[in-house]
T-cell receptor, first 117, second 111 residues
Framework: DTGVSQDPRHKITKRGQNVTFRCDPI?????LYWYRQTLGQGPEFLTYFQNEAQLEKSRLLSDRFSAERPKGSFSTLEIQRTEQGDSAMYLC???????????????FGAGSRLTVL | QQPVQSPQAVILREGEDAVINCSSS?????VHWYRQKHGEAPVFLMI?????EQKGHDKISASFNEKKQQSSLYLTASQLSYSGTYFCGTDGSGNTGKLIFGQGTTLQVKP
């Protein structure tokens, strides 16, 4: 078990450019989550998947944000036409949810820090 | 409906105890506690479920008052390694993992 991996760890881009982040979850986990964290705040939920199905995307911050999880393994988060307000840490987490009851513990990756100039 | 954490910050000497509180205005299924050090991933500490089930580290304890929608994290005999920012995350939607996090409590343990 190598934990949740995120790539790249740091990304600096110019306003208007597109960026893509990748997340590799813990292999036996069936759920994958994307959160955003700005300085001094707690993580903010964006979207999540169960296997390859995206269960909610209404919390994605705008239509410039999209996420995919093809084949139910790794996931990508893309931000199109980046703005300075998109600068933040983008965290991925995964979990093994075994039903409507029980402990659904999220394991977070180290995050991808985005700086938009 | 972000949960409210208190205190916002606390400074301790090694060996002292601390309590961090988390209060929500919504009915909760579970409360999750994480610790995050600067530049690192949030690390899972404890989960408390409606009905009394708990899962977490041996050296950290917590409580969950379902009726009051409040949780407290108890850090006893603090060590230098306890320093960091503590977040509570609440799940009111039935175990989805869509956590709403509080604003965090910064804990600094000094020698």
């Amino acid at each position: 078990d190598t934990g949740v991996s995120q790539d790249p760890r740091h990304k600096i881009t110019k306003r208007g450019q597109n960026v893509t982040f990748r997340c590799d979850p813990i292999s036996e986990h069936n759920r994958l989550y994307w959160y955003r964290q700005t300085l001094g705040q707690g993580p903010e939920f964006l979207t999540y998947f169960q296997n390859e199905a995206q269960l909610e995307k209404s919390r994605l911050l705008s239509d410039r944000f999209s996420a995919e999880r093809p084949k139910g393994s790794f996931s990508t988060l893309e931000i199109q036409r980046t703005e300075q307000g998109d600068s933040a840490m983008y965290l991925c987490a995964s979990s093994l949810r075994q039903g409507a009851r029980g402990a659904n513990v999220l394991t977070f990756g180290a995050g991808s820090r985005l700086t938009v100039l | 409906q972000q949960p409210v954490q208190s205190p916002q910050a606390v400074i301790l000497r090694e060996g002292e105890d601390a309590v961090i509180n988390c209060s929500s205005s919504k009915a909760l299924y579970s409360v999750h506690w994480y610790r995050q050090k600067h530049g690192e991933a949030p690390v899972f500490l404890m989960i408390l479920l409606k009905g009394g089930e708990q899962k977490g580290h041996d050296k950290i304890s917590a409580s969950f008052n379902e009726k009051k929608q409040q949780s407290s994290l108890y850090l006893t005999a603090s060590q230098l390694s306890y320093s960091g920012t503590y977040f509570c995350g609440t799940d009111g939607s039935g175990n989805t993992g869509k956590l709403i996090f509080g604003q965090g409590t910064t804990l600094q343990v000094k020698p």
